[in-house]
């Protein structure tokens, strides 16, 4: 059984930003919150 992610899309980025430089988000695809919304994001 997982844990359902219940972090906001900016939480996630913010998660992500501590652990990688923003050189690395870039090349990621990560430029701003947007991009981890449309990666990771459902709409209901």
């Known amino acids: 059984?997982?844990?359902p992610l219940?972090?906001?899309p900016l939480e996630?980025?913010?998660k992500?930003?501590?652990i990688r430089d923003y050189k690395d988000m870039v090349?990621?695809?990560?430029n701003q919150?947007?991009?981890v919304i449309r990666l990771f994001?459902?709409?209901k």
Not at 27 to 30: A, D, L, N, Q, V
């Open 1 to 3: 059984m997982t844990t």
């Open 6 to 8: 219940t972090n906001s």
């Open 12 to 14: 996630i980025y913010n």
């Open 16 to 18: 992500l930003s501590l």
């Open 27 to 30: 090349k990621m695809g990560f």
């Open 33 to 35: 919150v947007d991009d």
């Open 41 to 43: 994001g459902k709409m």
